[in-house]
C-alpha cells in the first residue's frame, strides 16, 4: 500500500500570507507510461463534504481560485495558498491516485 | 448537475449488517464510483471502489465484509455492509470517480455502531 505523509498538521496563517502544505508517498506516483504524478488535493471544510482542488499534482478543477496551486513529482508534493482568504480556512487532504487501495494523506488543518 | 445522496445510515449493533444507498443524478453512476468513509473527528479512508467494467476493489479492513453493487436503471450505488465493527463508525461518502481520482463528493450518511 502507498502511504501518504502530510505536514504539518496544523498551519496558522495571517490573512494574505502564504501557506504551503506538504505531501510524501511511500513510493512513487509518477507513471513511466505518461509521464504523469497521480496525486491530487481535497479541500474540506468544517461540516461540508471534502471537494476535489487539484489532481495530476498540478492540474486545477474547473472554478477552483488560482491562488491554489499544486507541484511535486515523484514521491514529494506541494499544495500552496498563496495569499489565504478567510473562506480558505479547511482541512487539506492529499490523495493518491495511482493505485489501489487509493490512500489519502492524514491532513493539515489551516487556520487563520 | 450532479448530485449523490446517500442513504440508509444507522444506529446498528456489533455483527449487524447496513446497506447504504447513493442516488444519483446529472450523471450515470455505470463509470468509476466508490465509498469513501471519515470516523468522527478523523481523516478519510477510502472503502471501496467499482470501475466502469463492473470490477470491484477493497479496502483490507472490508474485504469480506462489504461488497460494492450498483444498479444502472435506477442509477444507485451500494454498499451492503456485514460483520460491522465498532471501528465501523464513520460518516460514509458516496464519491464519484474519473478514474481514480475522486472528483464529487456526496454529504455523507452516518454509521454508528455500538452495543
Known amino acids: 500500500d502507498i502511504v501518504m505523509t502530510q505536514s504539518p498538521e496544523s498551519l496558522a496563517v495571517s490573512l494574505g500570507e502564504r501557506a504551503t502544505i506538504n505531501c510524501k508517498s511511500s513510493?512513487?506516483?509518477?507513471?513511466?507510461?505518461?509521464?504523469?504524478?497521480?496525486l491530487a488535493w481535497h479541500q474540506q471544510k468544517l461540516g461540508q463534504p471534502p471537494k476535489l482542488l487539484i489532481s495530476w499534482a498540478s492540474t486545477r478543477e474547473s472554478g477552483v481560485p488560482d491562488r491554489f496551486s499544486g507541484s511535486g513529482s515523484g514521491t514529494d508534493f506541494t499544495l500552496t495558498i498563496s495569499s489565504v482568504q478567510a473562506e480558505d480556512v479547511a482541512i487539506y487532504y492529499c490523495q493518491q491516485h495511482y493505485s489501489a487501495p487509493l490512500t489519502f494523506g492524514g491532513g493539515t488543518k489551516v487556520e487563520i | 448537475e450532479a448530485q449523490l445522496v446517500e442513504s440508509g445510515g444507522d444506529l446498528v449493533h456489533p455483527g449487524g449488517s447496513l446497506r447504504l444507498s447513493c442516488a444519483a443524478s446529472?450523471?450515470?453512476?455505470?463509470?468509476?464510483m466508490s465509498w469513501v468513509r471519515q470516523a468522527p473527528g478523523k481523516g478519510l479512508e477510502w472503502v471501496s471502489i467499482?470501475?466502469?467494467?463492473?470490477?470491484?476493489y477493497y479496502a483490507n479492513f472490508v474485504k469480506g465484509r462489504f461488497t460494492i453493487s450498483r444498479d444502472n436503471s435506477k442509477n444507485t450505488l451500494y454498499l451492503q455492509m456485514n460483520s460491522l465493527r465498532v471501528e465501523d463508525t464513520a460518516v460514509y461518502y458516496c464519491?464519484?470517480?474519473?478514474?481514480?481520482?475522486?472528483?464529487?463528493w456526496g454529504h455523507g450518511t452516518p454509521v454508528t455502531v455500538s452495543s
Open positions: 446529472g450523471f450515470t453512476v455505470s463509470n468509476y
Open positions: 467499482i470501475n466502469s467494467a463492473g470490477g470491484t
Open positions: 464519491v464519484r470517480g474519473r478514474g481514480y481520482i475522486f472528483d464529487y
Open positions: 513510493q512513487s506516483v509518477l507513471s513511466r507510461a505518461d509521464n504523469k504524478n497521480y
